[in-house]
Protein backbone atom coordinates (compact mmCIF):
# COMPACT_ATOMS: atom_id res chain seq x y z
CA UNK A 1 0.00 0.00 0.00
CA UNK A 2 1.41 4.00 -0.19
CA UNK A 3 3.55 4.65 2.10
CA UNK A 4 3.18 8.83 0.66
CA UNK A 5 -0.29 10.04 0.49
CA UNK A 6 -1.32 13.61 -1.38
CA UNK A 7 -4.56 15.48 -1.05
CA UNK A 8 -6.53 16.61 -3.03
CA UNK A 9 -5.67 14.57 -6.07
CA UNK A 10 -7.45 16.70 -8.57
CA UNK A 11 -8.15 20.43 -7.01
CA UNK A 12 -9.66 22.96 -9.74
CA UNK A 13 -9.54 26.76 -8.64
CA UNK A 14 -10.36 30.47 -9.76
CA UNK A 15 -7.27 32.12 -11.46
CA UNK A 16 -5.75 34.66 -8.54
CA UNK A 17 -7.22 31.88 -5.72
CA UNK A 18 -4.54 30.04 -3.82
CA UNK A 19 -4.58 26.48 -2.91
CA UNK A 20 -3.32 23.94 -0.95
CA UNK A 21 -1.23 20.50 -1.44
CA UNK A 22 -0.68 18.00 1.83
CA UNK A 23 1.70 14.92 1.40
CA UNK A 24 1.90 12.72 4.31
CA UNK A 25 4.08 10.16 5.09
CA UNK A 26 1.72 7.27 6.42
CA UNK A 27 4.13 4.91 8.34
CA UNK A 28 7.34 6.27 8.82
CA UNK A 29 8.53 10.34 9.96
CA UNK A 30 10.76 11.60 6.67
CA UNK A 31 12.80 14.71 8.07
CA UNK A 32 12.70 15.61 4.13
CA UNK A 33 10.43 15.53 1.55
CA UNK A 34 10.48 16.99 -1.64
CA UNK A 35 7.92 18.28 -4.45
CA UNK A 36 8.26 17.92 -8.16
CA UNK A 37 5.81 19.43 -10.78
CA UNK A 38 5.46 17.38 -13.78
CA UNK A 39 3.92 19.23 -17.13
CA UNK A 40 1.93 16.69 -20.04
CA UNK A 41 4.58 14.22 -21.70
CA UNK A 42 7.63 15.81 -19.57
CA UNK A 43 9.42 14.15 -16.99
CA UNK A 44 9.48 15.08 -13.58
CA UNK A 45 11.13 18.71 -12.08
CA UNK A 46 12.28 19.27 -9.06
CA UNK A 47 10.73 22.36 -7.14
CA UNK A 48 12.37 21.98 -3.69
CA UNK A 49 13.36 20.00 -0.84
CA UNK A 50 11.00 20.50 2.42
CA UNK A 51 12.64 20.04 5.49
CA UNK A 52 11.16 19.68 8.73
CA UNK A 53 11.34 23.17 11.03
CA UNK A 54 13.51 24.76 8.65
CA UNK A 55 13.01 26.90 5.80
CA UNK A 56 12.43 25.11 2.80
CA UNK A 57 15.25 25.33 -0.44
CA UNK A 58 13.89 26.06 -3.60
CA UNK A 59 15.63 24.92 -7.17
CA UNK A 60 16.45 27.55 -9.42
CA UNK A 61 13.75 29.37 -11.08
CA UNK A 62 11.59 28.38 -8.26
CA UNK A 63 9.31 31.45 -7.32
CA UNK A 64 9.63 30.91 -3.62
CA UNK A 65 6.92 33.32 -2.26
CA UNK A 66 4.82 31.92 -4.85
CA UNK A 67 5.29 28.35 -4.11
CA UNK A 68 4.57 27.97 -0.47
CA UNK A 69 6.46 24.95 1.46
CA UNK A 70 5.69 24.15 5.40
CA UNK A 71 7.19 20.99 6.74
CA UNK A 72 5.64 21.78 10.12
CA UNK A 73 5.79 17.94 11.45
CA UNK A 74 7.66 15.00 10.54
CA UNK A 75 4.86 13.55 8.57
CA UNK A 76 3.55 16.24 6.98
CA UNK A 77 4.68 18.52 4.39
CA UNK A 78 2.07 21.06 2.33
CA UNK A 79 2.73 23.15 -0.69
CA UNK A 80 0.63 26.14 -1.30
CA UNK A 81 0.00 27.95 -4.96
CA UNK A 82 -0.65 31.48 -4.06
CA UNK A 83 -2.27 33.49 -6.56
CA UNK A 84 -2.56 30.77 -9.02
CA UNK A 85 -2.98 31.31 -12.72
CA UNK A 86 -3.51 28.35 -15.52
CA UNK A 87 -0.13 28.51 -16.66
CA UNK A 88 0.14 26.90 -12.66
CA UNK A 89 -1.63 23.79 -14.49
CA UNK A 90 0.18 21.07 -13.44
CA UNK A 91 0.79 17.52 -11.70
CA UNK A 92 2.36 18.31 -8.07
CA UNK A 93 4.32 15.21 -7.05
CA UNK A 94 5.70 15.08 -3.86
CA UNK A 95 8.36 12.65 -2.23
CA UNK A 96 9.27 11.33 1.16
CA UNK A 97 12.75 10.31 2.36
CA UNK A 98 12.48 7.16 4.49
CA UNK A 99 15.59 7.21 6.83
CA UNK A 100 19.09 8.34 5.68
CA UNK A 101 20.76 8.77 2.77
CA UNK A 102 20.96 5.90 0.47
CA UNK A 103 17.67 4.81 1.16
CA UNK A 104 14.33 4.80 -0.51
CA UNK A 105 12.26 8.36 -1.51
CA UNK A 106 8.95 7.09 -1.98
CA UNK A 107 6.26 9.19 -4.04
CA UNK A 108 3.10 10.04 -3.74
CA UNK A 109 0.01 9.55 -6.17
CA UNK A 110 -0.05 12.94 -7.14
CA UNK A 111 -2.17 15.99 -6.93
CA UNK A 112 -3.78 17.39 -10.56
CA UNK A 113 -3.79 21.29 -10.46
CA UNK A 114 -6.09 23.06 -12.85
CA UNK A 115 -6.72 27.55 -12.52
CA UNK A 116 -9.40 28.16 -15.14
CA UNK B 1 24.99 15.10 -10.21
CA UNK B 2 25.76 12.35 -12.48
CA UNK B 3 23.70 12.61 -15.79
CA UNK B 4 22.05 9.33 -17.09
CA UNK B 5 21.49 8.13 -20.54
CA UNK B 6 18.22 5.76 -21.78
CA UNK B 7 16.83 4.71 -24.86
CA UNK B 8 13.53 7.01 -25.48
CA UNK B 9 11.38 4.00 -25.88
CA UNK B 10 11.56 0.07 -26.09
CA UNK B 11 8.97 -2.51 -26.95
CA UNK B 12 8.71 -5.85 -25.31
CA UNK B 13 7.27 -9.27 -25.64
CA UNK B 14 4.43 -10.46 -22.84
CA UNK B 15 5.85 -12.89 -20.44
CA UNK B 16 9.74 -12.01 -22.01
CA UNK B 17 12.16 -10.26 -19.72
CA UNK B 18 12.50 -6.62 -20.34
CA UNK B 19 16.74 -5.48 -20.31
CA UNK B 20 16.10 -1.68 -19.41
CA UNK B 21 19.89 -0.17 -20.39
CA UNK B 22 21.25 2.96 -18.37
CA UNK B 23 24.40 5.17 -18.89
CA UNK B 24 26.01 6.67 -16.35
CA UNK B 25 29.51 7.59 -17.15
CA UNK B 26 30.14 9.99 -15.24
CA UNK B 27 28.66 8.45 -11.66
CA UNK B 28 30.90 8.66 -9.04
CA UNK B 29 32.26 5.94 -6.03
CA UNK B 30 29.25 7.65 -3.47
CA UNK B 31 26.32 7.71 -5.93
CA UNK B 32 23.63 5.29 -5.65
CA UNK B 33 21.80 4.36 -8.74
CA UNK B 34 18.02 4.31 -8.74
CA UNK B 35 15.12 3.19 -10.65
CA UNK B 36 11.63 4.38 -10.49
CA UNK B 37 8.72 3.81 -13.31
CA UNK B 38 5.67 6.42 -13.61
CA UNK B 39 2.47 4.80 -14.97
CA UNK B 40 0.53 7.57 -16.86
CA UNK B 41 -0.70 9.66 -14.49
CA UNK B 42 0.50 8.47 -11.39
CA UNK B 43 3.04 9.24 -8.62
CA UNK B 44 6.48 7.68 -9.32
CA UNK B 45 6.90 3.59 -7.99
CA UNK B 46 9.88 2.64 -6.76
CA UNK B 47 11.82 -0.30 -8.17
CA UNK B 48 15.02 -0.88 -7.12
CA UNK B 49 18.69 0.52 -6.42
CA UNK B 50 22.23 -0.31 -5.57
CA UNK B 51 25.31 1.10 -5.34
CA UNK B 52 28.46 -1.57 -6.17
CA UNK B 53 26.76 -4.87 -6.27
CA UNK B 54 23.48 -6.63 -8.30
CA UNK B 55 20.86 -6.55 -6.62
CA UNK B 56 17.16 -8.51 -6.51
CA UNK B 57 13.85 -8.04 -5.04
CA UNK B 58 10.36 -9.34 -5.85
CA UNK B 59 10.00 -6.72 -8.78
CA UNK B 60 13.42 -5.89 -10.75
CA UNK B 61 16.93 -7.49 -10.87
CA UNK B 62 19.52 -4.21 -11.00
CA UNK B 63 22.89 -5.02 -12.65
CA UNK B 64 25.69 -2.93 -12.41
CA UNK B 65 28.94 -2.78 -14.13
CA UNK B 66 32.04 -3.39 -12.65
CA UNK B 67 33.37 0.22 -13.63
CA UNK B 68 29.53 1.95 -12.48
CA UNK B 69 29.58 3.38 -15.74
CA UNK B 70 26.50 1.52 -16.91
CA UNK B 71 23.11 -0.72 -15.52
CA UNK B 72 20.38 -2.80 -16.55
CA UNK B 73 17.35 -3.16 -15.19
CA UNK B 74 15.67 -6.50 -15.72
CA UNK B 75 11.54 -7.26 -15.31
CA UNK B 76 11.86 -11.11 -15.69
CA UNK B 77 8.76 -11.75 -16.87
CA UNK B 78 6.98 -8.81 -18.29
CA UNK B 79 3.14 -8.10 -18.03
CA UNK B 80 0.94 -5.70 -19.97
CA UNK B 81 1.01 -3.66 -16.36
CA UNK B 82 4.66 -3.10 -16.71
CA UNK B 83 3.96 -0.15 -19.75
CA UNK B 84 5.46 2.57 -18.33
CA UNK B 85 8.06 5.37 -18.38
CA UNK B 86 10.76 3.65 -16.45
CA UNK B 87 13.77 6.14 -15.09
CA UNK B 88 17.53 5.88 -14.19
CA UNK B 89 18.12 7.80 -11.77
CA UNK B 90 21.92 8.09 -10.14
CA UNK B 91 21.70 9.91 -6.48
CA UNK B 92 24.19 11.82 -4.77
CA UNK B 93 23.11 13.64 -1.33
CA UNK B 94 19.01 13.52 -0.86
CA UNK B 95 17.39 14.83 -4.45
CA UNK B 96 16.49 12.57 -7.25
CA UNK B 97 16.82 14.36 -10.44
CA UNK B 98 14.50 12.74 -13.11
CA UNK B 99 15.64 12.29 -16.72
CA UNK B 100 13.63 12.03 -19.77
CA UNK B 101 13.41 7.76 -19.39
CA UNK B 102 12.31 5.17 -21.67
CA UNK B 103 8.77 4.07 -22.27
CA UNK B 104 8.17 0.66 -22.15
CA UNK B 105 5.64 -0.83 -23.89
CA UNK B 106 4.79 -4.74 -23.26
CA UNK B 107 3.08 -6.16 -26.37
CA UNK B 108 0.39 -8.85 -26.00
Known amino acids: GAVVSQHPSRVICKSGTSVKIECRSL??????MFWYRQFPKQSLMLMATSNEGSKATYEQGVEKDKFLINHASLTLSTLTVTSAHPEDSSFYICSALRGRFGNTIYFGEGSWLTVV | DAKTTQPPSMDCAEGRAANLPCNHS???????VYWYRQIHSQGPQYIIH???NNETNEMASLIITEDRKSSTLILPHATLRDTAVYYC?????????FGTGTRLTIIP
Open chain 2, 26 to 32: TISGNEY
Open chain 2, 89 to 97: IVRINEKLT
Open chain 2, 50 to 52: GLK
Open chain 1, 27 to 32: DFQATT
